[in-house]
């Protein structure tokens, strides 16, 4: 049965995959011709492909396909129907827009529409030419276009930061997700080439771009961007085909590293080794963490806790999974991310029971991994951790555990007494093999172990011949206590065992039950107040706390000073500039942190596609300390709330550019219908 789990698909992955398969099917194919650059190409080999769908017996029509002048260009261009573009007035000037009522009556079976980061003219249906797309994706029509990548949202501070250039149109992150992408590449050398020869811009513009934009630092740098970003998406694709297609993998189309963490201190300095190898290798990295059933101690859940901010902070992807096969948790993280590699730590134990447990390990590791490569590390250079002193996990139990299994024992004792007349001895370690079974389902394992020593002592004192006295004299006794003794021990370790699974799913079952929760309360939120309203009574709740939520400025994307009214921690100037950090540098700060500890408060940043829509802050009611399951909770419940902020943002900036392009519209009707006398006059003004 435990070879057969590790085959089985994770069963979130597989229902995002084919529901990303489903909507697919009912949409319309989108294909990005993408380029690190103006005058790479992009619009010449987007027609190119064009002619060669019609020629292949399919309905193609050019949308909107902007030729800069370029004669060869518009050679491409004949023979494709072409819909008629829509002018739009705007402060005294003919603008030329893509008509989409027209190209949707239409209904070819391949648009052409170049230009997809391009910003409507006001008064247009959608203020951005991605969301016109969108909308004929959504009528079932495919669509090629074009795009730069520092357009692409994500990329577009790495952009600004590299060429000095603001980017002022930008296309969201889930159109690359969802498109094919054809790189069209070309060297900085032959751009630079083209530009002198002034087939990108007129000879004066050209000499100017060269000494800025079009830098040959500048080319290469955003060469190497596109590229990457092609080989991303072309991972992701590969990845999300092996969990559809159930292969187990890895397929080594990359490299692709996992580093196996834990709350061992030397966790820290293998992160870090592998950190410096994804760099090496040029290749992303993950660290698991393999949740037992055994609760971890308050000091193991703070270095684990900092473990896995370390790798987030290095820019890895934590991966979580709960088993109590540490082996069969790695193998099965590894092969649903398509890992190629995994880093493990070399033991460092000395001790016969420690060479035996990490022997055992390995050996499994390297058998189970089937493909995938393994790095066994031993860090140098760092100071070995002291151990603690050797203590059986039983002693954990509280004490009056132990009085509850003494005094149940002993109580069978008198039982066993009278009724020692009527039953043999077999019968009477029989009844105390039962007593052991009960104690087993409500106290530890360091109180049965008592008991069962203890019965086990009394049972040869009471009741075996000899009788009163210490000590197995026949050997048939011999068996029979040694055989109790560990029957007793196995079946009260199964047992206690099995409680403690019980517990451990009882614990994520309360993580699930609280995620659903508020995913299914903000799912009907409407407006941002009625989401905030959601979220601090759920999180209050949850987490019995006081609880304060800071929104970002959508627009200048900074942080509000005064969290949002239904806010019920209320926060102090000295609170206010903790959260302000929180959101500046994207990483937790406060309360159970090492960033600004002494806060009344602990504050999450809610991170949407890699950027901070708000600051979740927490301050709890009781005087304690959050456990490893609460912050990992509170995370992904940070995770939720962003999504559905920056949704609603979203939402809000589209209705806003509606109103605008509504009431531009407006304008120019009401200019339009005012007599040429008045109409010179007042556009003067507006101008």
Wanted: charged fraction near 25%; charge should be neutral; aromatic fraction near 6%.
């Amino acid at each position: 049965m435990p070879a057969q789990s590790d085959e089985r698909p994770n069963p979130d992955s597989l229902l995002a995959v084919v529901a990303k398969e489903e909507a697919e099917k009912r949409r319309g194919n989108l294909k990005i011709f993408l380029g690190m650059c103006p005058g790479v190409g992009k619009t010449f080999a987007m027609l190119q492909a064009a002619r060669v769908e019609q020629a292949n017996g399919r309905d193609v029509v050019i949308g909107y396909v902007e030729t800069h002048g370029r004669k060869e260009t518009e050679a491409l261009t004949e023979g494709l129907p072409k819909i008629p573009r829509r002018t739009v007035e705007y402060r005294g000037l003919r603008l030329e827009e893509m008509d989409l009522d027209a190209l949707l009556k239409r209904r070819p079976h391949l648009a052409v529409v170049d230009e997809l980061a391009h910003t409507n003219a006001p008064g247009s249906r959608h203020p951005k030419r991605y969301q016109d797309v969108e909308e004929l994706l959504e009528a079932g029509i495919d669509v090629f276009t074009t795009l730069n990548v520092q357009h692409i949202e994500s990329r577009t501070d790495t952009v600004q930061q590299i060429t000095g250039a603001p980017v002022q149109e930008t296309v969201p992150d889930r159109f690359i997700d969802l498109a094919e992408i054809e790189v069209i590449d070309l060297s900085a050398e032959d751009l630079l080439e083209r530009l002198s020869e002034g087939k990108v811009y007129i000879p004066d513009r050209a000499r100017a771009a060269a000494l800025h934009f079009f830098r040959e630092g500048n080319l290469r740098a955003l060469r190497e961007i596109v590229l990457r970003l092609a080989a991303e998406k072309a991972g992701k694709d590969v990845h999300e085909y092996m969990q559809l297609m159930h292969i187990l993998g890895p397929w080594k189309s990359g490299h692709r590293l996992m580093v196996a963490v834990s709350a061992s201190p030397f966790s820290e300095p293998l992160i870090r080794w592998t950190r410096r190898l994804a760099d090496s290798l040029g290749c992303p990295w993950i660290a698991a963490y393999v949740e037992s059933i055994h609760p971890l101690s308050s000091d193991e859940e703070a270095r684990l806790a900092n473990h896995l901010d370390l790798v987030r902070r290095l820019g890895g992807e934590v991966a979580m999974a709960t088993d109590d096969d540490l082996v069969r948790g790695l193998v099965r993280i590894a092969r649903q991310h398509n890992v190629t590699q995994i880093v493990v730590g070399k033991p460092g134990g000395r001790g016969l029971l420690d060479w035996l447990r990490s022997r055992s390990l390995l050996y499994r590791l390297a058998r189970e991994s089937g493909e995938i490569d393994l790095h066994i590390v031993r860090v140098e250079g760092e100071s070995k951790p002291t151990r603690p002193p050797f203590r059986w996990q039983m002693v954990e139990s509280p004490g009056s555990s132990y009085g509850v299994a003494a005094a149940v024992v002993f109580g069978l004792s008198l039982v066993n007494l009278a009724l020692h007349h009527w039953l043999g001895s077999r019968s009477i370690g029989l009844i105390y093999l039962l007593g052991i079974v009960f104690l087993a389902l409500v106290v530890g394992r360091g109180p049965v172990l008592l008991a069962a020593l203890l019965s086990a002592v009394l049972w040869d004192f009471f009741f075996l011949s000899p009788r009163f006295t210490l000590g197995v004299f026949e050997l048939e006794n011999a068996i029979m206590v040694s055989t109790y003794l560990v029957v007793a021990l196995v079946l009260g370790q199964f047992i206690a065992r099995a409680r403690a699974q019980e517990k451990a799913e009882r614990r994520r079952e309360q993580r699930v039950t609280a995620l659903y929760l508020l995913t299914q309360e903000l799912s009907s939120a409407t407006t941002m107040d009625d989401i905030a309203s959601r979220v601090v009574e759920h999180i209050g709740r949850t987490f019995h706390a006081e609880v304060a939520l800071f929104l970002a400025n959508p627009m200048e994307k900074k942080l509000y000073s005064v969290p949002h009214w239904a806010s019920t921690f209320r926060v102090s100037e000295r609170e206010v500039a903790v959260a302000t950090w929180a959101f500046e540098n994207v990483r937790p700060s406060g309360r159970f942190t090492d960033n600004l500890p002494l806060s009344q408060g602990l504050y999450v940043p809610l991170v949407s596609s890699g950027k901070p829509v708000g600051v979740l802050g927490v301050r709890l009611l009781e005087e304690r300390n959050l456990t490893f399951d609460q912050k990992t909770l509170l995370q992904a419940c940070a995770n939720q709330i962003a999504l559905v902020i920056d949704r609603q943002n979203l939402c809000e900036i589209a209705e806003h550019s509606r109103l605008a392009a509504e009431s531009e519209r407006l304008s120019q009707t009401l200019l339009n219908s005012i007599s040429h006398e008045m109409r010179t006059p007042l556009a003067v003004i507006t101008a």
